[in-house]
C-alpha cells in the first residue's frame, strides 16, 4: 500500500540564513501578510517563517478539519526544509496551533506567543453553523462582517484601505477550505491540558478583543506554568494589524528573554538577559488499566468496546451541543436509560459504522422521518443534514424522492418544516 504523504503548506522566510527560525501563524480567513507590519523589526534577529492556512491565500486547496492535522502539515513542511526547533506565534486558529505544537510536540517548541487565542473559541455549535452559512450563501456575508469583528470601529472607520483589505482576503478564501478550518476550531478544546504546556509562553489579547477577549486571555494565562499576559489597548482581534508597533515590541521583548537559541543549538546568541530555563513538566504518571482481553471463559468475539463515549462524540457533531445538551439535561429517571440507549446504539454503533458517509446517513434519515410522519425530528435532522454538508437543493430533492414513495401529503408536511429550518440556518448573521 503507497503512503500518502502529507501535503506541504504554502510559506516564506525572511531574515537571515543562519538565525534561529520564528514561526508566524495567521488566523482564519487571513494569509500571511496580516504579520508584515512585524516582519521588518523581527527579521533583524530572527528568521522569520509565515506560512498559509490550506485555501488561504492562493495556498493549494487541501481541506485539514482538524487542528492537530494543520500542526502536522507546518511539521512535515518544516521538517522538509530541515528546521527542528524554533519559536511560535501564532493568532487565533494560528494560536490554537501552537498551543497543540507545544502540548504534542514539546521537543521543537523553544517558546511560545498566544494572540488573540482561546483554550476553546466559543461552542462548537457556533462555528458549525458558520460552515453552513459558507456552504449556503458563500463567503461573502462573512467577509463583509469580518472587519466589525477584526478591528475597533474606530480603527476600520480610519482605515478604509485595510478594511477593503480584509474583506478581500477572506473573500478570495477557499470555501471548503474554510469551512474545514471552522471544524477545525468547533473541536479544538484544551482546557483539560494547560498545565502541561511547559514552555516560556507570552499571551497577547487586544483591550476590545470581542471574539476572544482578555477573559480567554486569563484562562491561558492561569492554566500555563509559565505564562504572562499582555493587554495592548486600542485593539481587537487582529492586534498585530491594529496595533503593529504595540504588538512587535511585545514580540521582540518575549523572544529576546524567553529563549536562547544559542544555549540550545550552537547558533550566534540573541542579547539577552540571562533567564532560568524551564524545564517541560514530566508527563501526570498514568494509572495502571487493567488489560481487557480475550480467555478460555470470555472468547474474543465477545469482547466489545463500549460504544458510549464515541456515541456521545457523534451525537453532539451531528445534532449540535445545544441540542444534546437539552436532551440530556431533560432525562430523569424515567427517560435516563432511554437517552443511555440512543446515544450508545444509534450513534455509537450504527451512526459510527464505516459504511455510509454522514451526508449518505443524513438522506437516509430524513426519508425515514417523512416515510413515519415524525415532524419533530425531521426538524432537527434537516439542522444535522446542513452541518454533515447537504445543501439546501439536495435536501429539496431528498423530500422529492419522498413524495413519490412516502406520499404526497407527508412530504407536504416535510417541506413545511425543512424549509423553516433552513431558512433559519442559513440566513446570515449581520
Given at each position: 500500500?503507497?503512503?500518502?504523504?502529507?501535503?506541504?503548506l504554502?510559506?516564506?522566510?525572511?531574515?537571515?540564513?543562519?538565525?534561529?527560525?520564528?514561526?508566524?501563524?495567521?488566523?482564519?480567513?487571513?494569509?500571511?501578510?496580516?504579520?508584515?507590519?512585524?516582519?521588518?523589526?523581527l527579521?533583524?534577529?530572527?528568521?522569520?517563517?509565515?506560512?498559509?492556512?490550506p485555501?488561504?491565500?492562493?495556498?493549494?486547496?487541501?481541506?485539514?478539519?482538524?487542528?492537530?492535522?494543520?500542526?502536522?502539515?507546518?511539521?512535515?513542511?518544516?521538517?522538509?526544509?530541515?528546521?527542528?526547533?524554533?519559536?511560535?506565534?501564532?493568532?487565533?486558529?494560528?494560536?490554537?496551533?501552537g498551543a497543540?505544537?507545544a502540548?504534542?510536540?514539546?521537543?521543537?517548541?523553544?517558546?511560545?506567543?498566544?494572540?488573540a487565542?482561546?483554550?476553546?473559541?466559543?461552542?462548537?455549535?457556533?462555528?458549525?453553523?458558520?460552515?453552513?452559512?459558507?456552504?449556503?450563501?458563500?463567503?461573502?456575508?462573512?467577509?463583509?462582517?469580518?472587519?466589525e469583528?477584526?478591528?475597533t470601529?474606530?480603527?476600520?472607520a480610519?482605515?478604509?484601505?485595510?478594511?477593503?483589505?480584509?474583506v478581500?482576503?477572506?473573500?478570495?478564501t477557499?470555501?471548503?477550505?474554510?469551512?474545514?478550518?471552522?471544524?477545525?476550531?468547533?473541536?479544538?478544546?484544551?482546557?483539560?491540558?494547560?498545565?502541561?504546556?511547559?514552555?516560556?509562553?507570552?499571551v497577547?489579547?487586544?483591550?476590545?478583543?470581542?471574539?476572544?477577549?482578555?477573559?480567554?486571555?486569563?484562562?491561558?494565562?492561569?492554566?500555563?506554568?509559565?505564562?504572562?499576559?499582555?493587554?495592548?489597548?486600542?485593539?481587537?482581534?487582529?492586534?498585530?494589524?491594529?496595533?503593529?508597533?504595540?504588538?512587535?515590541?511585545?514580540?521582540?521583548?518575549?523572544?529576546?528573554?524567553?529563549?536562547?537559541?544559542?544555549?540550545?543549538?550552537?547558533?550566534?546568541?540573541?542579547?539577552?538577559?540571562?533567564?532560568?530555563?524551564?524545564?517541560?513538566?514530566?508527563?501526570?504518571?498514568?494509572?495502571?488499566v487493567?488489560?481487557?482481553?480475550?480467555?478460555?471463559?470470555?472468547?474474543?468475539?465477545?469482547?466489545?468496546?463500549?460504544?458510549?463515549?464515541?456515541?456521545?462524540?457523534?451525537?453532539?457533531?451531528?445534532?449540535?451541543?445545544?441540542?444534546?445538551?437539552?436532551?440530556?439535561?431533560?432525562?430523569?429517571?424515567?427517560?435516563?436509560?432511554?437517552?443511555?440507549?440512543i446515544?450508545?446504539?444509534?450513534?455509537?454503533?450504527?451512526?459510527?459504522?464505516?459504511?455510509?458517509?454522514?451526508?449518505?446517513?443524513?438522506?437516509?434519515?430524513?426519508t425515514?422521518?417523512?416515510?413515519?410522519?415524525?415532524?419533530?425530528?425531521?426538524?432537527?435532522?434537516?439542522?444535522?443534514?446542513?452541518?454533515?454538508?447537504?445543501?439546501?437543493?439536495?435536501?429539496?430533492?431528498?423530500?422529492?424522492?419522498?413524495?413519490?414513495?412516502?406520499?404526497?401529503?407527508?412530504?407536504?408536511?416535510?417541506?413545511?418544516?425543512?424549509?423553516?429550518?433552513?431558512r433559519?440556518?442559513?440566513?446570515?448573521?449581520?
Amino acid at each position: 500500500m503507497s503512503e500518502t504523504k502529507t501535503p506541504a503548506l504554502q510559506y516564506r522566510f525572511d531574515g537571515p540564513d543562519d538565525a534561529p527560525v520564528l514561526i508566524l501563524g495567521p488566523s482564519m480567513g487571513t494569509t500571511w501578510h496580516m504579520w508584515d507590519r512585524q516582519v521588518p523589526e523581527l527579521a533583524k534577529q530572527w528568521r522569520v517563517f509565515r506560512f498559509d492556512l490550506p485555501g488561504h491565500g492562493g495556498a493549494p486547496a487541501h481541506p485539514a478539519g482538524s487542528v492537530a492535522e494543520l500542526a502536522a502539515r507546518l511539521l512535515a513542511t518544516l521538517d522538509e526544509l530541515g528546521v527542528q526547533r524554533f519559536g511560535y506565534a501564532g493568532c487565533s486558529l494560528g494560536g490554537a496551533i501552537g498551543a497543540e505544537l507545544a502540548l504534542r510536540h514539546p521537543q521543537r517548541v523553544a517558546s511560545l506567543a498566544l494572540i488573540a487565542a482561546s483554550p476553546r473559541f466559543g461552542t462548537a455549535d457556533e462555528f458549525r453553523q458558520r460552515g453552513v452559512i459558507v456552504r449556503s450563501n458563500g463567503l461573502d456575508p462573512i467577509a463583509r462582517t469580518s472587519p466589525e469583528h477584526w478591528f475597533t470601529s474606530g480603527f476600520a472607520a480610519a482605515q478604509p484601505a485595510i478594511t477593503d483589505w480584509a474583506v478581500q482576503m477572506v473573500r478570495t478564501t477557499d470555501p471548503g477550505c474554510y469551512i474545514a478550518a471552522c471544524e477545525a476550531l468547533a473541536s479544538f478544546d484544551v482546557r483539560a491540558e494547560l498545565s502541561a504546556i511547559g514552555v516560556p509562553t507570552l499571551v497577547l489579547v487586544g483591550s476590545d478583543d470581542q471574539v476572544t477577549g482578555p477573559a480567554q486571555a486569563r484562562t491561558l494565562v492561569a492554566g500555563i506554568p509559565d505564562a504572562r499576559l499582555a493587554v495592548v489597548p486600542a485593539a481587537s482581534h487582529l492586534a498585530p494589524v491594529e496595533q503593529p508597533a504595540a504588538v512587535t515590541d511585545l514580540l521582540v521583548r518575549h523572544f529576546s528573554t524567553a529563549w536562547q537559541p544559542a544555549y540550545e543549538t550552537g547558533q550566534h546568541a540573541i542579547p539577552a538577559a540571562p533567564v532560568k530555563p524551564v524545564l517541560a513538566p514530566p508527563p501526570p504518571p498514568v494509572a495502571p488499566v487493567a488489560e481487557i482481553g480475550p480467555t478460555e471463559s470470555q472468547p474474543e468475539a465477545a469482547v466489545r468496546p463500549d460504544r458510549h463515549d464515541l456515541g456521545l462524540k457523534v451525537r453532539r457533531e451531528v445534532l449540535g451541543d445545544a441540542h444534546v445538551d437539552r436532551a440530556l439535561a431533560s432525562a430523569d429517571a424515567f427517560s435516563g436509560d432511554f437517552q443511555e440507549f440512543i446515544t450508545r446504539y444509534a450513534w455509537g454503533e450504527v451512526w459510527s459504522r464505516p459504511g455510509l458517509d454522514r451526508r449518505m446517513r443524513s438522506c437516509v434519515t430524513l426519508t425515514a422521518l417523512v416515510a413515519g410522519g415524525h415532524l419533530d425530528e425531521l426538524a432537527f435532522h434537516t439542522r444535522a443534514a446542513l452541518r454533515n454538508g447537504l445543501t439546501a437543493d439536495e435536501i429539496k430533492e431528498v423530500l422529492l424522492q419522498a413524495a413519490v414513495y412516502c406520499g404526497v401529503p407527508a412530504a407536504n408536511s416535510a417541506f413545511k418544516v425543512a424549509q423553516a429550518v433552513i431558512r433559519e440556518e442559513t440566513t446570515p448573521q449581520e
